[in-house]
């Protein structure tokens, strides 16, 4: 089973904080053998079609199309062109290069599970989230589970992440399964675990087990974290997912069993994707952690508030 997130990006080493400490990278499962995907001929180009934040592309023309209220916002056109494809026993896997980015797109649905912009180092989605982690945890380790490796390497500067930094800080890679006791775990435990697991578009079932998460938070240090791409939320009673709630997403009513009172959440505006990620331990004080990010993160820090009972 293949799982993907976008490299944990070079936005960690900005002026308000230090990557000093050393991350951890697993998968969900061991590596599969990939076969080669057969793509259409030049006049018939692969017909990737996702809307809401994801891609639409046809011809040579590549659409980022984006829902705004009740009107769908149609960004610039960018050229584009597929530079690696496969299919796995578990995933299709695109890579597709324009001037501005290079997208990863996965599943049969070809959603976009990472971005690299190339004129920023944000995406405006839950990735950026994931650079708001290190001040509220501590110093030690931080683990990422959920990642596509050897491509991400080659395409998306992840080998340039595995060379030690002047402050010390380096990107070390473990492949194996992350659901594992021994696997994935190290002496004295991770800071904190980014949690992006993902197939056929969806959150893995384990996630939304409560225990699940009780055997992983074994994997921690104390006052160690998670943050969890939970993604999209299910349909309120009126038949529309608008609904704030965090109790219409599966993976956090797991992670809430598992920790209750222990459990923060927010939901991705609509322009972003609208998935929810969550944070677990106490909700730290928005105002210092605000002043630790970049400023790009310091709105966005503020968006988060703890479950209650009530749905809130």
């Known amino acids: 089973m293949i799982s993907s997130s976008i490299p944990y990006p070079h936005s960690l080493c900005s002026s308000k ?5 050393t991350l ?15 793509l259409p001929s030049a006049a018939t180009p692969p017909q990737i079609t996702k809307f ?3 891609i639409a592309a046809r011809g040579k023309t590549l659409h980022i199309q984006l829902k705004a209220a009740e009107n769908e916002v149609e960004h610039e056109e960018e050229d584009f062109q597929v530079v690696w494809a496969v299919e796995s026993n578990y995933n299709h896997i695109v ?3 324009t001037p501005k980015s290079r997208l990863l797109l996965l599943d049969s649905c070809h959603n976009v599970h990472s971005m690299l912009n190339k004129e920023s180092k944000w995406t405006g989605s839950y990735w950026d989230e994931f650079a708001t982690l290190p001040p509220v945890v501590p110093r030690g380790p931080i683990a990422i589970f959920g990642l596509l490796i050897d491509k991400s390497r080659e395409y998306f500067g992840l080998r340039d992440l595995e060379k030690h930094t002047r402050d010390g ?8 399964d992350v659901f594992s006791p021994e696997a994935a775990a190290i002496s004295g435990g991770y800071a904190g675990i980014i949690v992006d697991l ?36 299910e349909k309120g009673h009126d038949g529309s997912s608008t609904d704030g709630s965090w109790k219409l997403n599966a993976t956090i009513r797991a992670l809430f069993e598992a920790f209750p009172g222990q459990v923060n959440w927010k939901k991705m505006p ?3 994707g609208e998935n929810y990620v969550a944070l677990t331990g106490f909700l730290p004080d928005l105002t210092t952690w605000s002043a630790a990010v970049p400023d790009e ?16």
């Open 95 to 97: 890579i597709l290069d």
């Open 270 to 272: 609509q322009s972003a």
């Open 297 to 312: 993160l310091n709105s966005s820090v503020n968006e988060w508030r703890t479950c209650n009972m009530h749905g809130s």
């Open 169 to 176: 800080g380096v990107l070390n890679i473990h492949i194996g």
């Open 198 to 233: 993902f197939a056929q578009g969806k959150v893995l079932p384990q996630l939304q087990q409560a225990a699940t998460w009780l055997e992983l938070y074994d994997k921690l240090m104390r006052e160690g974290r998670f943050m969890v791409n939970c993604g999209a939320g």
């Open 52 to 54: 809401h934040g994801c």
């Open 24 to 38: 951890h990278i697993g998968v969900c499962s061991s590596s599969s053998s990939l076969y080669s995907y057969s």
């Open 17 to 21: 904080f230090r990557c000093s400490t």
